[in-house]
């Protein structure tokens, strides 16, 4: 080991601060209210949907594309399955919540 550098270990508090999961534990140990649990989950549901329709416009567009030989087309199709599936989990998750 004669010769082998070692790097400075960052301590742990800046390290979670970098990350932004400082910020979240407070936020989450916040929620003791049954109000601010649903209100998080729904903001967290919005985000989530509107980042899946943004998904699944362009796997439309990429999926209307003739140049797509059938395997590309099965990638594609099976993609935009998977994101139906993650909207139809997020409308469940807010509908037990609300």
């Known amino acids: 080991m004669a010769g082998k550098k070692s790097r400075p270990k960052k301590s742990k508090k800046s390290s979670r601060a970098a990350s932004g999961r400082s910020s979240a534990g407070r936020r ?21 949907t509107n980042l899946a329709t943004a998904v699944k416009a362009y796997l439309e567009l990429l999926g209307s594309q003739s140049t797509l030989d059938p395997k590309q087309k099965y990638y594609v199709d099976r993609a935009r399955e998977q994101v139906e599936m993650m909207v139809d989990l997020v409308r469940e998750l807010r509908e037990k919540v609300a």
Not at 28 to 48: E, F, M, S, Y
């Open 28 to 48: 989450a140990r916040a929620l003791k209210t049954p109000a601010a649990t649903i209100q998080l989950v729904n903001a967290g549901a919005h985000d989530l």
